[in-house]
T-cell receptor, first 116, second 115 residues
Framework: GENVEQHPSTLSVQEGDSAVIKCTYSDSASNYFPWYKQELGKGPQLIIDIRSNVGEKKDQRIAVTLNKTAKHFSLHITETQPEDSAVYFCAAAANAGGTSYGKLTFGQGTILTVHP | ETGVTQTPRHLVMGMTNKKSLKCEQHLGHNAMYWYKQSAKKPLELMFVYSLEERVENNSVPSRFSPECPNSSHLFLHLHTLQPEDSALYLC??????????????FGQGTRLTVV
């Protein structure tokens, strides 16, 4: 089955700096890679995703890059703000088509702290 | 609010108690899920319920018993739990067809402490 490794487990940055979280996956059939943000006391929420037919996707201050050859993908947050502080999870799934995909395998999570 | 509501938000129970977690979704989805979130571990899918399937993770102990009376409600019945079962239990829902699912929306979770 799929195995997703996420690093670092904790990340502390100053407001305005960039933050990068990296994930690797094992199953070459995986073709859908979402990122979730979980704020304190809340469930995970999808913030951005990427499919294997693109290498990079941006949404304002958030970007995700994908390297299928190396089987890794990364989340980049620029101009970080204190409200970006949360736990971030990467995930991988196969059989993506349209808006659907197969079973998600999650990474272990990264606790991001943005200091004012 | 994501449209997925879980109750209670916090639960403390003894090892001999019986309790139930409740999840309700108002998104018109046809699949619901229970996840376990423990510290420093990946989200662990416990159960899937949809019109097509009921998937039970064989690694989940029988002291956890799911119930899905309809597509909008999901329960997790708990009995004779162990302290290591203390975790955040998350419910999610999505559309599912032929084994493929759309984006899952998560509830806020129930923080369970077993004493």
């Amino acid at each position: 089955g799929e195995n997703v490794e996420q690093h670092p487990s904790t990340l502390s940055v100053q407001e305005g700096d960039s933050a990068v979280i990296k994930c690797t996956y094992s199953d070459s059939a995986s073709n859908y890679f979402p990122w979730y943000k979980q704020e304190l006391g809340k469930g995970p929420q999808l913030i951005i995703d990427i499919r294997s037919n693109v290498g990079e996707k941006k949404d304002q201050r958030i970007a995700v890059t994908l390297n299928k050859t190396a089987k890794h993908f990364s989340l980049h947050i620029t101009e970080t703000q204190p409200e970006d502080s949360a736990v971030y999870f990467c995930a991988a799934a196969a059989n993506a088509g349209g808006t659907s995909y197969g079973k998600l395998t999650f990474g272990q999570g990264t606790i991001l702290t943005v200091h004012p | 609010e994501t449209g997925v509501t879980q109750t209670p938000r916090h639960l403390v129970m003894g090892m001999t108690n019986k309790k139930s977690l409740k999840c309700e979704q108002h998104l018109g989805h046809n699949a619901m899920y229970w996840y376990k979130q423990s510290a420093k571990k990946p989200l662990e899918l416990m159960f899937v319920y949809s019109l097509e399937e009921r998937v039970e993770n064989n690694s989940v102990p029988s002291r956890f018993s799911p119930e899905c009376p309809n597509s909008s409600h999901l329960f997790l019945h708990l009995h004779t739990l162990q302290p290591e079962d203390s975790a955040l239990y998350l419910c999610a829902s999505s559309h599912q067809y032929r084994g493929l699912r759309t984006e899952a929306f998560f509830g806020q979770g129930t923080r369970l402490t077993v004493v």
